[in-house]
């Protein structure tokens, strides 16, 4: 069911984050945190010739925005830095396949702003 | 226009339309105590609502009253779309580039106070200058009073000529390389006087100024575009243009509210608080601190939908018209005096002194007919004085008045005249 | 309490009053989108409103719609009068010595500042100290520190136990002879700690401190005295108290107010203005820049009418009896963990943490059943920091909660609880 | 028509007031006007053994205010300062024999608050 915010999936990586921990020596590494919940999301990342090896993640927070990053650090895996740069909210609407009210979006979004801040070398991702 | 009678202009005016939409007027219909129908011509002073802007404020608090933005449950996510979209309807209707740049306020006066506090401290001090003009209203020379007296930078003003309008013979002399702010309003709410935007921005640009526009008599009643206008600061409330109370907006530059400090603290417009300092949220909500005025901004932007459909140009020609009928009609009466330019050239209202009658009583007496109109300075104590009189009564008009209505007022000024006649003395 | 089970907490709740003011609240019969009747417990954060509230700001709008204070004409004439009787009510409902003194703000966060900008300034220098708690909301926090960075003075805290209430024994270590002002939250918008009002007076006094009381949370739910509590500021906001968005209030004492400095300027606030300088006017209009928020003042008196006519000792005693048994029966829900102070010294809400599961994902998931509570840090981020939490969600209570609501809320507590079941890894 | 706020009395007293001027050698010299509408009022008070033998008014503003001025100024002659301190705004409103709503009793006020002022020896009453 599509309009379920806690649909197994997300659940699952939820509770089980693939991805989630450090990288040895990563080539990006970015942070950002929610002000309004207080979740927070850091990403790293080892690009070689403009692609992405190998990704993490850690943070903390509600189950939106931690499940959203270990999917997120899956997707990412192979995908050229140029591509990452284009992704936008559609991008992560359709990969968690939910619809998602004003309030939670911010949770959804926390990992890509994280992301595209470390892609584009950004100290924040401006909203 | 000159040579246009009042029968032609009346002529012009498209009643139709005009009685159509006085439907979608509740307070139209009201009797007053005195038997009269109401007469409502005090609307430079605070417009009436159409049953849509009720309408929406009566659904958010049956339907979806919640706070905004930090709720995570139904409500208040409902109550966010509906307080965010209001945002980006005044945008749209004012041409701002982004929803971002409009900041909710009281109305008008907060947010020049906004600017004062938060600008001017950020950018003025001794050897600066701010420059207003004669005929602004006091929401925009007080605050400006206020802040000198903290920061000691120079206040002056352009002067302005026996018309009511601005004495730009002078502008070179007062606004100058030291004038940091030149705040100026755009349409007169006592001599109706529509001022040159364009040259005054130029002229400002010219010596480095930044500009607010004082735009509360303007954005009710024709169309702004806030980036044709190229205002750094634009305000307005919603009360004068078919909205609620208890809000108005604040436009600016989006670089300039982004490197101003924040106004009001609290809940809101912080990113993070700990017991050892804060920082501030992204524009708008770092200017909106606390719970804001959520029904009333989801009524302004059922007011913006309610013009947009009206149409501001036609609000405006329909003004206009009436207006120059109304500058027409009432020079007819004996002994009295309109305040400022002609009918050409100004706002929908209409100020004025009559012989021997002092304002209070003229608006008392018209009063007695259901014509409701304002008596006094108007919040504009220095254009009064520049203008050598104590007061004036003002007739103002909306998308809703009628020839009919103006005619209403024409004879009780006569009835007026007659009940005082006999010299004062 | 501690030996009385949840049953005849309940038993003691008066039902029969309940259902019959759930019927003055047009929004407690909405169904929501998932198919549930909506079970609110956000109040905290905003009330709902009652159809009589509704109905005067309706009234306001459809019969006398105007501008206050400047108007001559019968409709300004109504609009000042229902004004200003707005204000009368609200003086009584808080029992302050003349409405004068109750100054309306768009809430309790304007509230704080405008004290903070006018006594703020013209009290507080280097040297100075201003003293808060750590429970406070941002509101009570952030105008103290913007004002800091301006005028050099030192801002303190009273730190809180692990249970959430002030550590009094630190008190004498922060509240000293350099203390001018003490701001504290009357009752906790997150822990629900009742603060000890007139110990922390007593103390202020014994320094010479004034107080600024936030009572955002206690005047919508208890009777509260001002000239009992010796309140030197006193704050809170319509919308938490079955009144319209966008209004609040500042109390203070008269002489106090009356030796401030104007805030913001503009219409209203003056005596007299020149190009030159201005003389401003008397209190309450000295602090009331522009045109006020006519509707929401008429609407938060109909709100304190409404609230008399129920009265406040039995609001109070409701929620207490409502706050006591929710207490006891989410107290067993496993993982669950309450902030704050036991049941019988809790102002009417709950705060929890839920082991496993942040406090956004329950509200999402209590809101699938219906049930609206809060999750966050609700503005108040180091007193989360303090107890060593993130987030929290919060359910708060209001005169037309009920029994069967709590029960609502716990049963979803449960599923959550199951949902979420399983060990993270 | 007692709700008629310009009977003829009143009307009469504004296009022909008595007691309007200024004294030779007052004992008592009061001013103030209203902020909202610019009226302005001064009296001026002859005192002999406390009480009022002579009295003027001199000011600007609408028939209310003036007409009530010229009105008080004739019922304070031969009162005592006593009497005038006692004064209040009934008392104008029965003088007047009008009702009148909160934004013209200002007007009405005016000329009363002068007098207490000057009868109090006060620099401005306070509201
Ligand atoms: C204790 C407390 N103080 C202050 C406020 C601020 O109130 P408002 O947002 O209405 O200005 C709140 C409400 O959020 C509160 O709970
Ligand atoms: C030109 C002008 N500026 C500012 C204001 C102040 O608006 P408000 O009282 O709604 O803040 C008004 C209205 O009175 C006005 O006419």
């Not at chain 2, 006085?22 to 105590?33: A, E, K, M």
């Not at chain 2, 709720?71 to 945002?87: K, N």
């Not at chain 2, 003229?362 to 254009?383: E, K, N, T, W, Y």
């Amino acid at each position: 069911m599509s309009d379920d915010l806690y649909r197994e999936a997300i659940l699952d990586y939820y509770k089980h984050p693939r991805h989630k921990g450090h990288l040895a020596a990563p080539d990006i590494r970015s942070h950002d945190h929610n002000p309004f919940c207080g979740d927070e999301v850091t990403v790293e990342l080892k690009v070689v010739d403009g692609i992405v090896v190998d990704a993490a993640f850690d943070g903390h927070g509600c189950a939106i925005s931690q499940a959203t990053a270990s999917m997120l650090m899956e997707e990412i895996l192979g995908k050229t830095m140029e591509e990452i740069r284009a992704f936008d909210k559609e991008y992560i609407l359709e990969m968690l396949g939910i619809e998602i009210g004003p309030v939670r979006l911010k949770c959804a979004l926390l990992p890509l702003k994280v992301l595209k801040a470390g892609a584009y070398g950004l100290e924040e991702w401006p909203e | 226009m000159e040579t246009m009678g009042p029968m032609r202009i009346a002529e012009n005016l498209l009643s139709d339309q005009t009685a159509a939409l006085r439907q979608d007027f509740p307070i139209l219909g009201r009797v007053l105590p005195q038997g009269q129908p109401l007469v409502y011509l005090d609307n430079a002073a605070s417009s009436q609502k159409p049953a849509a802007v009720l309408q929406a404020m009566e659904t958010y608090y049956r339907q979806y009253n919640a706070n905004v933005h930090r709720g995570v449950h139904t409500l208040s996510e409902e109550a966010t779309t509906a307080f965010e979209a209001a945002r980006a309807k005044v945008a749209r209707f004012i041409h701002a580039p982004t929803p971002r740049q409009i900041i909710f306020t009281r109305g008008a006066t907060e947010s020049i106070n906004l600017v004062a506090y938060s600008w001017g401290r950020a950018n003025l001090g001794p050897g600066d200058e701010v420059l207003i003009t004669a005929m602004e209203h006091h929401a925009n020379i007080v605050p400006w009073q206020i802040l000198q007296e903290q920061l000691g930078f120079t206040l002056r003003h352009v002067p302005i000529t026996p018309t009511g309008t601005l004495d730009l013979s002078q502008l070179e002399k007062v606004l100058t390389e030291r004038t940091r702010l030149f705040c100026f309003v755009h349409v007169s709410n006592v001599v109706g006087t529509v001022n040159p935007v364009q040259q005054l921005v130029t002229a400002a640009r010219a010596v480095g100024a930044r500009v607010l526009i004082d735009a509360a008599q303007s954005v009710p009643h024709m169309p702004v575009d806030v980036q044709a206008l190229d205002a750094d600061f634009l305000v307005f409330s919603s009360h004068k243009m078919c909205g609620p109370t208890g809000i108005g907006v604040l436009y600016g530059k989006r670089e300039l509210l982004e490197s101003m400090p924040p106004f009001l603290g609290g809940g809101d417009m912080i990113r993070e608080v700990t017991l050892q300092g804060s920082r501030w949220n992204t524009i708008p909500y770092k200017f909106e601190a606390g719970t804001p005025a959520i029904a009333e901004a989801i009524g302004l932007g059922a007011a913006v939908d309610y013009l947009t459909q009206v149409g501001m140009e036609w609000v405006h020609a329909h003004e206009r018209a009436l207006t120059a009928y109304a500058y027409a009609r009432m020079a007819e009466v004996e002994g009295l005096q309109i305040l400022g330019p002609g009918p050409e050239a100004r706002g929908g209202l209409v100020a004025f002194t009559l012989k021997d009658v002092h304002p209070h009583d003229i608006a008392a007496i018209l009063d007695r007919s259901g014509v409701a109109v304002r008596a006094g300075h108007h919040c504009a104590q220095p254009l009064h004085t520049e203008l050598g009189v104590q007061a004036s009564a003002r007739a103002s008009f909306y998308l809703y008045n009628t020839v009919e209505e103006v005619d209403a007022l024409v004879a009780a000024l006569h009835k007026t005249r007659q009940l005082f006649a006999g010299q004062k003395g």
